[in-house]
């Protein structure tokens, strides 16, 4: 789908959109939607009381409300989103027909779960030989949410901002300012002060040079094995070893580690091929996978980050809380 761009009155550089095709930010069992596409579908209510819940439009126009207004003058791309688990729907048109015989104005259909990502270009930066611009992502899963109960319950959504790598679409964010995975709000208003919170808070200079460190530290083949299998024992610990030992939380599934040790002997931007990598590419070869769910994809990109960082430091000697892994 061709990304847009939504100009400012204040913006003073005009700069091009990147219409350079690019793989998708997320895969797994998602599907690209357009905005106005995703405006059309059903909103589903309260049960109790039959008020709207927030849809997932109105909550992405929030979010591109405080960005604009957080960054006045910049250029913002329109989101891109993708949504998952299609819930359907008969009304009284398609009542007792065959899903064969079924036409499209006999149902109706919304997504339970959505992501969007809104890239701001102007807001560029070089990590390590990779152009990276600006990101804001939000989430939304409405598993999330007693739709049996009333309004007064409230509704969850999940919030980041970080870097986009161009090179690899790959999400660079951490959990230390940049993320917000419990946003609870009853209404726009309040999910739009959470997210110009996260907005202010976020430290992206701080970040910048974190990432940038990573590219000073080199890790050997032994190393990079010793990690894949410990990474892959500490899911069987149980948790009181896992307590006794003072791990870090590592919530990173098997199957992103397998796309990491392949990613390392065929990737053409960060693999190793046999060869020591540095932990930025250690850290680009663990957000390469594209497979998570929607519901859990923030959580593992930023634990990624918390990994490389920790690995790095760990290699470094500055800090042991990661050396499990590599020892």
Not at 40 to 55: A, G, K, Q, Y
Not at 249 to 270: G, H, K, V, W
Request: hydrophobic share 35%; aromatic share 10%; with cysteine.
């Amino acid at each position: 789908m061709e990304q847009e761009t939504i100009t400012y009155p204040a913006l003073i550089e005009s700069i091009e959109p990147d219409t350079t095709e690019r793989s998708p930010f997320i895969l797994a069992n998602t599907k690209e939607i357009g905005l106005n596409e995703l405006s059309e579908m059903l909103t589903p209510v309260f049960s109790r009381d039959n008020v709207e819940t927030i849809s997932h439009t109105e909550a992405i126009t929030t979010v591109l409300d405080a960005i604009s207004t957080y960054f006045d003058g910049q250029e913002i791309n329109s989101p891109l989103i993708r949504v998952s688990h299609e819930m359907k729907l008969r009304n009284r048109f398609g009542a007792g027909k065959l899903v064969e015989n079924l036409r499209p104005e006999d149902q109706e259909t919304y997504f339970q779960r959505m992501m969007a990502m809104i890239e701001i270009p102007s807001i560029s930066h070089n990590i390590n030989g990779c152009e990276c611009h600006l990101q804001i992502c939000i989430v939304r899963n409405y598993a999330d949410c007693n739709l049996f109960g009333n309004s007064s319950q409230r509704q969850v959504f999940k919030c980041c901002i970080g870097f986009l790598n161009t090179v690899c679409t790959n999400g660079l964010i951490r959990t230390q300012d940049g993320c917000n995975f419990s946003i609870k709000v009853t209404n726009t208003a309040d999910l739009y002060r959470y997210c110009f919170e996260l907005f202010r808070q976020y430290d992206y200079q701080q970040h910048l040079d974190e990432m940038r460190r990573l590219n000073d530290t080199v890790i050997d083949v032994s190393t990079l094995a010793q990690f894949l299998g410990r990474a892959r024992m500490s899911t069987a610990l149980p948790t009181s070893m896992k307590n006794e030992l003072g791990l870090p939380e590592f919530i990173l599934p098997e199957a992103q580690l397998n796309s990491m040790i392949r990613d390392y002997y065929t990737d053409e931007n960060f693999g190793g091929f046999g060869r020591e990598i540095t932990a930025w590419q250690f850290y680009m070869l663990l957000t390469n996978y594209k497979n998570n769910y929607i519901d859990v994809t923030l959580e593992r990109s930023s634990n990624a980050y918390e990994c490389a960082k920790g690995i790095a430091s760990a290699i470094r000697k500055d800090d042991e809380a990661w050396n499990w892994f590599i020892n």
